[in-house]
């Protein structure tokens, strides 16, 4: 059985594991992790006093596993404190944070380590990742940004490209000492990814696949209290204070094609709230338009245009015109 890392010989990977299981997947992320060839490694499992949340699991696997530490919390506080809670009681160089619909390859862990090795102390080390639904299986959204990149360490904001990349907190180490809070609300992680990045004076990437997350949309498992969905907003707006002329751009398309991704995700913005958080967007882009913006080709180049005009009326048209013809080419085919 491994020997747990004492206060004077801390682990170098800190693993931050919010124990929400809607969808009895935890048990597998555990295995994934218990089972890696890298050893280093604590596991933080956080549990709440959430329905979702697996105490008697939580406590099976902790005797299992001296790396394993329970922390329990005595309200349900949602993924953002859950997080927070576990990111404090960590003592690794870096942190992973995870979900537990996410599964490690076997030699995850240790291909992490051997490239920190290659590259010494860095402040952020991006992977890359994969989608599992339906039997089917796909790259994440910034396989190809982490192919171009190279082996060299650099300032995230040199790279301003990488701010356009999907805002996700389990794609990458982070350092510790420079991870902030996670905001209450759903999508807490938008100002956490973006703000280790403008503080990043040294980021590395190690092309290759470590995580495997086996749902077909990015959606966490459970906000704090009273959160909700127009929380988008919010945190898009921590993140917005931060930008540079450089990576404006590019951070404004993704802040823009995340609402739409948001307002178009069904179960997200009920009916009688889509007209209010559609003109809630429409006020981002006009606040945040960079000078010279060239909107994105083709119909998702529409889509930013009629979202620019306040147009919801011509935009939910579109939308069922879309679907309607969707549905005519099936019934052909």
Excluded at 15 to 42: G, H, I, M, N, T
Excluded at 57 to 73: F, G
Excluded at 320 to 327: D, E, M, V, W
Aim: hydrophobic share 40%; proline share 8%; with cysteine.
């Amino acid at each position: 059985m491994p020997s747990p890392a004492s206060p004077l010989n801390p682990p170098l990977i800190s693993v931050v594991l919010p124990a929400y299981d809607r969808q009895d997947q935890l048990k597998e992320c555990l295995d994934s992790l218990l089972a890696q060839s890298f050893r280093d490694f604590e596991i933080l499992l956080v549990v709440d006093r959430s329905p979702d949340s697996p105490e008697r699991m939580a406590e099976a696997y902790e005797m299992r596993d001296p790396r394993i530490h329970v922390l329990r919390l005595n309200a349900a506080v949602g993924i953002g404190r859950a997080r927070n809670a576990g990111a404090a009681r960590a003592t690794g160089e870096y942190l992973l944070f995870l979900d537990s619909d996410h599964l490690l390859d076997p030699d995850a862990l240790q291909a992490m380590a051997d490239r920190l090795a290659e590259t010494g102390e860095v402040d952020v080390l991006l992977f890359g990742h994969s989608r599992e639904h339906g039997g089917r299986s796909w790259p994440g959204g910034a396989a190809g940004l982490l192919a171009e990149a190279g082996p060299e360490v650099r300032r995230a904001t040199e790279w301003p490209e990488l701010f356009g990349a999907p805002p996700l907190v389990w794609d990458r180490l982070l350092r510790r000492a420079g991870v902030p809070e996670f905001p209450d609300g759903h999508y807490e992680e938008v100002p956490v990814v973006h703000g280790t990045l403008f503080a990043a004076q040294r980021l590395a990437v190690l092309d290759r696949e470590c995580v495997r997350i086996r749902r077909r949309h990015t959606l966490h498992p459970t906000g704090s209290p009273g959160c909700s969905h127009f929380d988008v907003f919010e945190q898009y707006e921590r993140s917005m204070e931060l930008a540079t002329e450089a990576t404006l751009p590019f951070l404004f398309t993704r802040m823009i094609r995340h609402y739409l991704f948001v307002f178009d995700l069904a179960g997200c913005v009920p009916r009688s709230a889509r007209p209010q958080f559609f003109h809630r967007a429409a006020e981002h882009y006009r606040t945040y338009l960079p000078d010279g913006y060239r909107r994105p080709e083709g119909r998702e180049g529409v889509k930013f245009s009629l979202l620019a005009s306040g147009a919801y009326a011509a935009f939910e048209l579109a939308k069922l015109s879309h679907i309607a013809r969707g549905a005519v080419g099936r019934r052909a085919a």
